[in-house]
């Protein structure tokens, strides 16, 4: 069950209610590809650093270690120790990145794995029934996400297969819900917008899926190419053609500039390999913009990365031995600013769920992003 606590102009302050506790929204998830965060970041590291969503990608988990393992050690909270919410990403975002390995047809996606070469199929039925014995607590409907270049012919024929596919998703995880040796016999399920930027393709496809009555609705094929003025504008025309009563997921976004649009615009879930793969490199976000701890400039800067931040590298440690660690090649250097860039981001929802509450999210925002020039 979805409900909205609070709106703030379009922007929604919700719970979302699930068999592995409650989420709160808006709400950013942080990204565990193959079950684990870039980083070497635990799960107990993601509790403390106020982690709500773990998201894990179907399609890396079947190629390794396989989803059958998975389910023989209990399903993926028990395999990776984590006792909250998980959304599990449905492989289809793997047909537009693995274009040159992969064949669509109406039945389903021809892969070859990017490890070892080998041939998968994966069509609606396949990536719902690896998404049960991964037993995560939302699933997602396999889709297609198109190049931002495909021509407009394309685009249309592939979102009304993406719509076929979800109904066949749906039917197939009523089907596996209702198997006694289900694992989570309450997973939900979240179907996935399309269309590119053609706003006429994304409101029908989007009134169609709205039919269905899933449990979430996703935004998808953004983020991909095209300009944020473009993203803006496709958010901006598709959400208020999903159900007001469901939650709002906008796919792979993004920069906390992109996040404070998107709430805006009445979006409630997020994802992005952002603050892992920048922190990895060295990139940290502040309230004031983002660092590269690379700079000779804090090559004795005793700071923190962030004065008042409470996260684990902030409370201990200074920019200048955290270059040192960086320069160096150590993994700690990298595994402190990740845990930072993550902290930053779900304490960032935190303010960005009050401000909402208090019927200030406007100020909340324009605040934030004269802050962050």
Known sequence: MYEIIKQDGRARRGR??????????????????????????????????????????TYHLHVRPGDQVIRQMGGLHKFMAWDKPILTDSG???????????RIKEEGVYFHSHVDGRKIFMGPEESMQIQSNLASTIAMA????????????????SADRTA?????????????NSLPDTINPRQMLFGINQGGIYEDIRIRHAQQIAEMDLDGYAIGGL????????????????????????????????????????????????DCVYPSRNGRHGHVYTKRGKL???????????????????????RTYS???????????????MRLCVLHNLYFYNHMMEEIREAIEQGR???????????SC
């Open 16 to 57: 979302l209610h699930t068999v592995h506790g409650i989420i709160e929204t808006p709400v950013f998830m942080n990204v565990g590809t193959a079950a684990a965060i870039k980083g070497a970041v635990s799960t107990t590291d993601l509790a403390q650093i106020g982690t709500q969503v773990e998201l894990s990608n």
């Open 92 to 102: 289809g975002f793997q047909v537009f990145s693995l274009a040159r390995l992969r």
């Open 142 to 157: 396999f889709d297609e996400c198109p190049s931002s270049i495909a021509d407009k012919a394309y685009i249309e024929r």
């Open 164 to 176: 076929r596919w979800l109904a066949r998703c749906k039917e197939e995880m009523e089907r596996l």
């Open 223 to 270: 983020a991909v190419g095209e300009s944020h003025e473009e993203m803006y504008r496709i958010i901006e025309t598709v959400v208020p053609h999903l159900p007001a009563d469901k939650p709002v997921y906008l796919m792979g976004v993004g920069t906390p500039e992109n996040i404070l649009e998107a709430v805006e615009r009445g979006v409630d879930f997020f």
């Open 292 to 314: 590269n701890l690379f700079n000779a400039k804090y090559e004795t800067d005793a700071r923190p990365i962030e004065e008042g931040c409470g996260c684990p590298a902030c």
């Open 319 to 333: 920019r200048a031995y955290i270059r040192h660690l960086l320069k160096a090649g150590e993994m700690l250097g």
């Open 361 to 371: 999210y406007r100020e909340y925002k324009e605040d934030f992003s004269k802050r």
